[in-house]
């Protein structure tokens, strides 16, 4: 205990940066998850190449993809877009699948019925399908805000500023409280996240829980 | 009026769900399509509202021809009720009777106030309002589907099967309930149904419908009832098995309507209470 309180304002701060991390890569993974999975669901033929590509995404070791995307897009290995670009196709690999489950869970009545009432193509897009897909959305969500959480400690290896860094540095130096503090801040603060995610779909989804 | 010239639907793989099918459906009136499933019925109500355009052949509204006419403002301005209702899970029963005012623009406090109104018209309690779909009952929900249908004030109103769900009482009051908002509104009903006791029940006009949409009778209940035109129209009726000739049978408790296997249908009523109609 000694040592978070001597080191508070070091913990703040490697906290903060991994959040600048981890949530750029969350929103944007989940931003473009829904175009994808919506190709995916409305072109038959692209639905197991697509999938199969995302998914396969997440078979490739995490260390070298930090390694292997700055050779491709010319960034630094250490820089804010390598870290959340790395992150974001961890993400995506996660949520593609998800978001055309999403859209898929919606029933064919209700299309029918929203074409039927004078919906056009778009508006019946955002104001039905999305909103629909809601539950199965967030439930994807939810697995990738964790994942991502968790996946930023990995770039601390390269020497990225965030709560990783404490277990790396407790590690070397050979100081547990370090070592610890860095796992339990990290699993909190994906169980922070989880939560507030929880939360925001009752308040934006009251009706789901009317289905059950 | 709706009028069908010489319409046929076939799809790429050969199959005709609708072979040259001309009829036309009177202002104000209800007509009910009857028939088995996949004898092209919906087909035909769907190609009203250019949800399904025929391969051949001409839909006209009046005097206007549906395919000169964009789909999305054609059917705002035609009701829609179908089976299970079709409404939005994730609006209040409200938003859902209002969904087509709300679509064309209008403000949301006048949009409210006539779904209201539509609300007690189909007898929902206002209290229902504030609910989503998933707390009402089946007939309940199916009733914010008529109201859904009315609410852009249409002059057509299409109705797939709009009571197949729900069980049988609940579907008798629908149907009363139906009978007593066209004898206000007179609206021009398309009604599609399998159930010969509701095409009976509903209709003015009833076209019995064999494969292909190839038209087997057209006429009122009673010319239906009395004259079948063929055999396949005596057999949809049920005549071959007994159940539309019917028969009188004095018993100790009274005079029994029994048909033709004997089974009783119901009791001779009090002379002196006609039928309602």
Not at chain 2, 12 to 17: L, R
Not at chain 2, 66 to 88: C, E, F, H, K
Not at chain 2, 262 to 276: H, I, N, Q, T, V
Request: glycine content about 8%; hydrophobic content about 50%.
């Amino acid at each position: 205990m000694s040592w978070v309180m001597a080191n508070l304002p070091m913990i703040g701060g490697r906290t903060l940066s991994h959040l600048l991390l981890a949530l750029p890569a969350i929103l944007l993974s989940f931003i473009l998850a829904i175009p994808l999975g919506w190709f995916a669901n409305t072109y038959r033929w692209s639905r197991t190449t697509l999938l199969t590509a995302a998914a396969l995404l997440y078979a490739i070791p995490s260390l070298p993809l930090f390694v292997m995307l700055p050779a491709i897009f010319g960034f630094g290995v250490r820089e804010f877009a390598n870290v959340v670009a790395a992150l974001t196709l961890y993400g995506l690999a996660l949520m593609v699948r998800s978001a055309a489950d999403a859209l898929a869970s919606v029933g064919t009545p209700v299309r029918q019925s929203s074409t039927a009432m004078g919906f056009s193509a778009s508006s019946r897009f955002w104001q039905v399908e999305l909103p629909l897909a809601g539950p199965v959305l967030l439930a994807g969500l939810r697995v990738v805000s964790v994942s991502t959480i968790s996946l930023v400690t990995v770039s601390s290896l390269l020497g990225v500023d965030n709560l990783g860094l404490l277990f790396v540095d407790g590690f070397q130096r050979g100081i547990i409280a370090e070592v610890i503090t860095g796992i339990v801040v990290t699993v909190l603060l994906a169980v922070i996240f989880d939560g507030l995610l929880v939360l925001l779909g009752r308040i934006l989804m009251p009706w789901a829980r009317a289905r059950r | 009026m709706i009028r069908f010239d010489h319409v046929s639907k076939s799809y790429p793989d050969g199959t005709e769900a609708v072979r040259d099918f001309t009829l036309e459906l009177p202002s104000g009136q209800t007509t009910v399509l009857v028939g088995s499933s996949g004898c092209g019925k919906t087909t035909l109500l769907r190609m009203v509202n250019r949800m399904i355009d025929p391969t051949s052949g001409t839909v006209w509204i009046d005097d206007e021809n549906v395919a000169d006419v964009a789909p999305v403002p054609l059917r705002r301005r035609i009701g829609y009720v179908m089976q299970n209702a079709g409404l939005l899970p994730h609006r209040k029963v409200i938003d859902n009777v209002a969904t087509v005012p709300l679509l064309n623009g209008v403000p949301k406090a006048e949009a409210h106030a006539k779904a209201l109104e539509l609300m007690e018209l189909v007898g929902l309690e206002a209290t229902m309002a504030t609910r989503y779909p998933d707390q009402l009952s089946g007939g309940q929900q199916q009733r914010v589907g008529v109201a859904r249908g009315l609410a852009a004030d249409p002059n057509i109103l299409l109705m797939d099967e709009p009571f197949g769900a729900v069980d049988p009482l609940v579907r008798a009051d629908l149907q009363a309930e139906l009978l007593r908002v066209q004898r206000e509104l007179h609206k021009t009903i398309v009604f599609v149904t399998h159930d010969i006791a509701e095409a009976l029940a509903l209709g003015d006009q009833i076209v019995i419908l064999a494969k292909g949409a190839a038209i087997a009778q057209v006429g009122s209940p009673q010319q239906v009832v009395a004259e079948p035109a063929d055999a396949f129209v005596a057999d949809f009726l049920g005549l071959g098995r007994g159940a539309f000739d019917l028969h009188l049978r004095e018993t100790p408790n009274g005079t029994l309507v029994v048909d033709d296997h004997g089974r009783p249908a119901g009791r001779l009523a009090d002379p002196a209470k006609p039928a309602e109609n």
